[in-house]
């Protein structure tokens, strides 16, 4: 072989340093890739936090797809948005071409009552407002009331446990019920029990009272005759006719048992005095400051009515009491309408 082809010997300095070349390469690449296996093992949440830190063009981060898949995107929320308001203002449209009252029309009579009460509980103020809207009634249709709520209630006592009834109604009105023997007339029957069994009576009687009375008030800030559509009725309304509606419910309540007379006191004595009294200033009012008068006849019959329920022969009676103040209260305002003096007392001089 000729010498010249031989490969020249390579320095072993040369040598030495490629080596340690190769074997740093290797030692990196190996480091390198168990670093991977590494953070390949520990999970792949590191591994996803770390690719949404650094998303790259052809990985988009999944977070944020996944958000966008989850939550509406604005243009659909307007698009609800839209097409509820557009079912709103259909429907507005719809109760528009609502007749209410062709409705009504063809409704039952007693089918309207339930929706007025229903109207009223959930709307309280406009009870104001129907108020105004209903023709005040007669004072025929407030005697019928009160004469069919009377009616009921003595029909809802216990009659065949009662004993007998005789007419000592002072004025011989009504029905002339009343009881002799006051301790017998439950026939042992506990006054509870009776209660019981009168009570809703008792309400409806009490109810057609209220009702009624203010459209023949002469009480002052009666808020009934104070609507708009009452004033002028107010000014109109006639003495006789509050009396009448008055003497009615006295009546009434004298020709009951005297168990439900004691039970309707408590609601009905304190609002009938002042009624009563309230009427009688109306009468000073009229004939000694306003030059007005009345008939001798008509004011005949006030007076003799008053009388006989002040001295009808139940001193006990709370209408008795009553009756008896409310005649002296009439005879020293106007009694010389009917040629009576007020006599004064030792103890009210």
Not at 101 to 128: E, F, N, Y
Not at 225 to 233: D, K
Not at 245 to 274: G, K, N, Y
Not at 278 to 294: K, P, Q, S, Y
């Amino acid at each position: 072989m000729n010498p010249t082809q031989w490969p020249s010997p390579t320095p072993t300095h040369h040598l030495s340093a490629f080596n340690q070349f190769a074997s740093s390469s290797n030692h990196n690449s190996t480091v390198r890739s168990q670093k991977r296996r590494h953070d390949s093992e520990d999970g792949s949440e590191n591994s996803q936090d770390a690719m949404d830190r650094s998303p790259t063009p052809d990985r988009p981060k999944r977070g944020l797809a996944k958000r966008a898949r989850i939550s509406p995107t604005s243009g659909e929320a307007t698009l609800k948005d839209d097409r509820a308001s557009k079912e709103e203002r259909a429907q507005s449209r719809s109760e528009q071409d609502v007749d209410i009252g062709v409705l009504l029309a063809r409704l039952p009579s007693q089918s309207l009552l339930p929706i007025l009460t229903a109207l009223v509980d959930k709307h309280p103020s406009l009870k104001k407002d129907i108020l105004s809207l209903i023709p005040p009634p007669t004072i025929e249709t407030a005697l019928q009331v009160l004469a069919a709520a009377a009616k009921k209630l003595r029909d809802a006592y216990p009659h065949s446990n009662a004993a007998p009834f005789s007419s000592t109604n002072p004025l011989g009105f009504g029905f002339g019920f009343s009881p002799t023997n006051p301790q017998a007339q439950n026939n042992g029957m506990r006054d509870s029990y009776v209660l019981s069994r009168i009570r809703p009576a008792l309400t409806e009687f009490v109810s057609a009272f209220s009702t009624y009375m203010p459209y023949f008030s002469f009480v002052e800030n009666n808020a009934v005759r104070s609507t708009s559509s009452h004033a002028s009725r107010s000014a109109q309304l006639h003495p006789n006719d509050t009396f009448q509606f008055l003497s009615a419910v006295t009546s009434h309540i004298w020709s009951q048992p005297i168990l439900v007379q004691s039970a309707l006191e408590a609601d009905l004595r304190d609002r009938l005095a002042a009624e009563l009294n309230a009427w009688i200033c109306r009468l000073d009012t009229i004939v000694n400051h306003e030059g007005g008068m009345f008939g001798s006849e008509m004011a005949s019959g006030w007076i003799r009515q008053l009388d006989g329920y002040a001295d009808s022969n139940s001193p006990d009676s709370w209408m008795v009491v009553m009756f008896k103040n409310v005649r002296d209260n009439f005879v020293m305002k106007v009694g010389w309408l009917v040629q009576r003096i007020h006599q004064y007392r030792m103890e009210e001089s």
